[in-house]
């Protein structure tokens, strides 16, 4: 009697390959945030010492920032669009001119944002920089500034 | 006279380069993908400029009711109870990498008072560079949320 032999493939079986590919690409796609990877940088000053760089008050411009974005430029209530072209003449006469951005702590964050991002566009606008910028901190104004 | 057909031709669609394909996708999806060590949702402020954060930087995330989290980049952030806790956190984090960038996430409608507080202690703690996390500035004068 014949015995009938039964035939092994010799391939390995790829049939399935796409389909669990096609699966792990769906769990990336799912996973997959597109996180916000941007910002403005903002260098804090290297202070080898404990006490922060002087910054003479009437020498320097104050921006306040009330809450609801009211800002006040020495003083003035000015619009956001204004503070370049009020900064313009005294840098001229100074270009290191010390800039304080001064938030109220019940002012919102996003207008203290705006403010530092509209003085970092300088040299865009009116093609000067302003190399001298500081935002004290509470601790710092009531150390030093009192 | 019978004709002979010249030939046959394959009915099935060819799928032999599918799997190539799909990993070819699947490695694009794994080299490009970020893991977000912090997925803190918060409103971003709008700027019209943003630079690239460097990967790996520390995270310090602060929501509408002034919640923080913190994360050294490395591990998903966790809440700390107040911002003296991120005095502590920042002091570690600066002495294990001394150039380590920090982000601040925080809420455009957050409390100024949230924010001094975060940067006062990243100041004593001798942090070289933060970055304001934002979104960029549409021409309506928006951008998105995150």
């Not at chain 2, 409608?109 to 549409?138: C, F, H």
Request: charged share 25%; net charge negative; no cysteine.
């Amino acid at each position: 009697m014949k015995i009938k032999k039964q035939s092994v493939s010799e391939e390995i079986p790829t049939a399935s390959m796409a389909d669990i590919a096609f699966l792990l690409i769906i769990y990336f796609m799912v996973t997959t945030t597109f996180a916000a990877t941007r910002g403005l940088d903002f260098s804090l000053p290297k202070d080898d010492q404990d006490t922060p760089p002087m910054v003479d008050k009437e020498e320097s411009v104050l921006i306040e920032i009330q809450p609801g974005g009211v800002l006040m430029v020495d003083g003035k209530a000015m619009p956001l669009d204004a503070i370049l072209e009020y900064l313009k003449p005294k840098l001229e006469r100074n270009p290191a001119k010390p800039v304080i951005i001064r938030p109220n702590p019940e002012a919102e964050y996003g207008y203290m944002v705006a403010v530092f991002d509209e003085i970092r566009q300088a040299p865009d606008k009116i093609g000067m920089e302003v190399k001298n910028v500081s935002i004290p901190t509470q601790r710092e104004i009531e150390m030093f500034w009192y | 006279m019978r004709l002979k057909v010249r030939g046959t031709q394959n009915e099935g669609i060819p799928t032999a380069s599918m799997a190539d394909i799909a990993f070819l996708l699947i490695i694009f999806f794994m080299v490009t993908i970020n893991f977000e060590v912090d997925k803190t949702t918060v409103g971003l402020p709008t700027t019209e400029l943003r630079f690239e954060i460097p990967k790996k930087s520390a995270y310090i995330s602060i929501i509408e009711s002034g919640q923080i989290r913190v994360s050294s980049g490395e591990e998903i952030s966790v809440a700390v109870p107040g911002p003296e806790n991120v005095l502590s956190f920042a002091v570690d984090v600066v002495a294990s990498n001394p150039g380590k960038a920090f982000v601040l996430k925080a809420d455009k409608n957050v409390p100024y008072r949230y924010v001094d507080s975060v940067i006062d202690a990243l100041k004593q703690a001798r942090a070289e560079v933060i970055y304001l996390l934002s979104e960029q500035e549409t021409l309506d004068g928006d951008g998105g949320g995150q």
